[in-house]
C-alpha cells in the first residue's frame, strides 16, 4: 500500500534516511564490535536479496555487521529462499557460501514456458519463415520476369520497325531465348507465389488459433522482502526504502 | 474477417502479374523477315495502257505498299523486285509518297491475254536475294 508523502512525512522520512545513515556508515560504527560478512551467492541470474536477522534486508553480497550470531535468508527470483546462520567475528572477514535452489514453481514455469515458445514456433515461427522464403522467391521471380518482359516487349517493338532480315533473325532469337526464361519465371512466380498466399492463409490461421488456444506463462519475479526496508550505499549514492503500512 | 479479405485481393494482385506476352508466337509481320507469313503486303492500284515517247503501246502497272503493312518504316529507302507475267524483272526502289505509302510502277508490254500478273518481292540488298514473292494480277 503506498501513501502521499507530505511535507511532515517528507521531514520524518528524512530524519530517518540521516539516523539510518550514521547507524550503519562503518566509520561511525564501533569497529572493535563489528566484523565483515561477505555472501558469496551462487545463482545464474546474479540477483540476490539478502534479510539479514528478519530485519534489515541488503542486495550487496558484503556488509559489516555486529560480532556474533545472526541468520540471513537469501533469495532470488526463481530460487527458494534459504535461511543460514553464520557468525561474524570482530575485525574479520567472514565468507559464507550459499548455493541456492531452484524454485519447483519456476522449474514448471520454464518448464511450460519453454513449451509454450514451442508451440509458438511450430505455430507461428515455422509457417512465417516458410511464406516469408517463398514470398522472396516469388519476388525474385517476379522481378527477373518483369527484366525479361520488358527486354521482350522492347524487341518485339524493335522487330516491327527493323528493315534488316538479319538483325530481324537476331531479335527473334533473342526474343525466343528470353521467352523461354520469361516462361520459367512466370511458373515460378505464379507456383512460389500460390505457395506464399498458401502460407499466408496457413500462418493467420495457426496464429490466430495458437494466440486463442494459448497464453504465454508468466512468473513473478516479486521478491518475499518486497514489504521490508532496505539500506544500500553504492558509489553513486544512497538508497532507503521504508515501507509504510 | 478482414485478414481473408487481404488474402483473396493479394491473390486476384498476383494472378494479375506476369501475363503471357502478347505477339511473341507471331513474330511474322514484318515483310523483311524470311518467315513472312502475312497476306499479300501490297496491291495494285491502277494499271492504264498508254503509248510511249516512240509511239509504242506498253501497259502501265502502279501497285503500292500500304503503310499499315510497313508499319515504322517509313522514309525509309526499300528496294522491290517486280515482274509482269514472264518479262524482265526489274529492281525499284521506292520512297515514302505523302500519304505515307511507298508506290512502285512496273512498264510492261502488251499481252494478248490482256491479264497482267504482277509479282512482287523484298529485295535484299545485304543478301542479294528477293523474299516474300506475291502475285497479283490485274486488267488494264
Not at chain 1, 515461427?125 to 519476388?139: D, K, N, Q
Request: hydrophobic content about 35%.
Amino acid at each position: 500500500m503506498k501513501h502521499k508523502v507530505t511535507p511532515g512525512r517528507f521531514v520524518i522520512l528524512t530524519a530517518l534516511c540521516w539516523c539510518a545513515l550514521l547507524f550503519l556508515c562503518p566509520a561511525n560504527t564501533a569497529a572493535q564490535n563489528t566484523g565483515v560478512v561477505k555472501f558469496l551467492v551462487d545463482n545464474q541470474n546474479g540477483y540476490f536479496e539478502i534479510l539479514v536477522d528478519d530485519t534489515l534486508l541488503i542486495k550487496r553480497y558484503k556488509d559489516t555487521l555486529t560480532a556474533g550470531p545472526h541468520k540471513a535468508e537469501i533469495w532470488s527470483y526463481g530460487y527458494d529462499v534459504k535461511e543460514v546462520e553464520f557468525m561474524v567475528v570482530p575485525d574479520t572477514t567472514v565468507e559464507l557460501y550459499v548455493k541456492l535452489d531452484r524454485s519447483t514453481a519456476y522449474m514448471a514455469y520454464e518448464q511450460s514456458y519453454h513449451n509454450y515458445r514451442q508451440k509458438f514456433h511450430k505455430s507461428v515461427t515455422l509457417p512465417v519463415s516458410l511464406t516469408l522464403s517463398m514470398g522472396i522467391t516469388a519476388g525474385v521471380f517476379m522481378l527477373n520476369g518483369y527484366d525479361l518482359k520488358r527486354q521482350i516487349t522492347a524487341d518485339i517493338n524493335e522487330y516491327a520497325l527493323t528493315p534488316q532480315a538479319s538483325e530481324i533473325a537476331l531479335l527473334k532469337a533473342s526474343i525466343e531465348s528470353n521467352n523461354r526464361k520469361y516462361t520459367i519465371c512466370r511458373y515460378g512466380y505464379y507456383v512460389s507465389g500460390g505457395l506464399t498466399l498458401v502460407g499466408i492463409a496457413t500462418s493467420l490461421y495457426t496464429g490466430l488459433k495458437f494466440r486463442s488456444d494459448n497464453e504465454e506463462p508468466t512468473y513473478s519475479r516479486s521478491s518475499p522482502f518486497e514489504t521490508r526496508s532496505s539500506f544500500y550505499i553504492g558509489p553513486g549514492g544512497f538508497q532507503f526504502i521504508y515501507r509504510i503500512g | 474477417m478482414k485478414y481473408w479479405i487481404v488474402v483473396i485481393a493479394l491473390g486476384l494482385v498476383t494472378s494479375s502479374c506476369l501475363k503471357k506476352i502478347e505477339g511473341v508466337d507471331t513474330l511474322n509481320t514484318n515483310i523483311f523477315d524470311k518467315e513472312y507469313a502475312g497476306d499479300c503486303w501490297f496491291y495494285i492500284d491502277d494499271a492504264y495502257s498508254y503509248y510511249n515517247d516512240f509511239g509504242f503501246p506498253r501497259v502501265m502497272i502502279k501497285a503500292v505498299l500500304p503503310e499499315e503493312n510497313a508499319p515504322g518504316l517509313q522514309s525509309y529507302l526499300i528496294y522491290i523486285t517486280c515482274r509482269v507475267n514472264n518479262q524482265q524483272e526489274v529492281l525499284f526502289n521506292s520512297y515514302l509518297n505523302t500519304s505515307g505509302d511507298y508506290t512502285f510502277f512496273y512498264d510492261a508490254a502488251p499481252e494478248t491475254s490482256n491479264e497482267y500478273c504482277l509479282e512482287a518481292g523484298i529485295y535484299l540488298q545485304d543478301e542479294d536475294t528477293t523474299i516474300n514473292r506475291f502475285t497479283l494480277c490485274t486488267q488494264p
